[in-house]
């Protein structure tokens, strides 16, 4: 027999409030031990001489050569980042075809290798002593120990970023839109232009702005392929280590204070771009 009476679930219960504060507590802590505490040190130990010879420290020459080529890097890097992202997660999003699994599966391999490795792996494909490399060199192009070098280090360990952000994305808005766009006669840019990229906007800027983060604090990869030429091929990341290890710690956290500045601002933007989001 069917009944009316109603079955009362049960309401559900959050945590007791000291559970919460403990919780809350717990997370400032970590915050402080491990994030704020490391970073102010930085300025401490870059202003602990005053604050002339931390300016002249970032002003340094060298200094400001390895803040130009770090920009520089991350400029060249970003937009061609951002065109493969948008390129591979339109293919494995919106097409089936044999060996998508493998594809997918190998965008994660820069994750997976070394930055150390992967600079070797590009010493070995482009050194001087390789054929390919004495080849380049015969015609006065110079890969390694040079800029273009560093740009594609940083490229390799860089380029899953922007893929890795609009692939769920785009797989999750599906096809349906596109495919009625080109139903009703619209051409592929047409389709990309005024339907897809407005859809992904958000996404992709995010996926620029942690491949902007990890292209400036590149080290490993970027000190295999670099040589360590001031003035010519150190980053801010490679000039603070040999500053470190010329004991020259007042300069070498005055310039390091650079890179926390560069990731404040990057950490700003993508609070900026969250809230953007949550708003739409």
């Not at 500045?261 to 771009?273: C, G, R």
């Amino acid at each position: 027999m069917p009944t009316n009476r109603t079955q009362k679930l049960p309401r559900h219960k959050s945590d007791p409030p000291a559970v919460q504060a403990l919780l809350v507590l717990l997370t400032i802590l970590f915050f402080a031990a491990f994030i704020f505490m490391p970073l102010a040190l930085v300025f401490a130990e870059g202003f602990r001489k005053g604050f002339d010879l931390y300016l002249a420290a970032i002003l340094e020459p060298y200094a400001l050569a390895a803040l130009k080529l770090t920009l520089l890097t991350a400029a060249i890097v970003v937009p061609l980042n951002a065109v493969f992202g948008v390129t591979a997660a339109w293919a494995i999003s919106k097409f089936s075809f044999k060996g998508k699994t493998l594809l997918v599966s190998l965008l994660d391999l820069p994750f997976a290798v070394s930055p150390v490795i992967a600079g070797l792996i590009f010493v070995l494909l482009a050194g001087s002593r390789t054929g390919f490399g004495s080849w380049l060199g015969d015609h006065g192009i110079k890969i390694i120990f040079s800029t273009p070098g560093i740009v594609i280090a940083t490229l390799f360990v860089t380029f899953p970023f922007v893929a890795r952000e609009l692939i769920p994305l785009m797989e999750a808005q599906g096809r349906e839109e596109e495919e009625a766009a080109i139903t009703l006669g619209a051409r592929g840019w047409q389709v990309f232009s005024v339907i897809t990229l407005p859809n992904i906007r958000w996404g992709l800027m995010y996926g620029m702005i942690l491949c902007t983060a990890r292209s400036i604090g590149e080290f490993g990869a970027v000190s295999v392929v670099s040589g360590h030429i001031r003035g010519m091929t150190n980053t801010i990341p490679l000039h603070v280590e040999i500053l470190y290890s010329e004991y020259n710690y007042t300069a070498s956290f005055a310039v390091a204070s650079i890179l926390v500045f560069l990731a404040l601002a990057t950490i700003a933007v993508k609070s900026l771009l969250e809230e953007r989001v949550h708003d739409h």
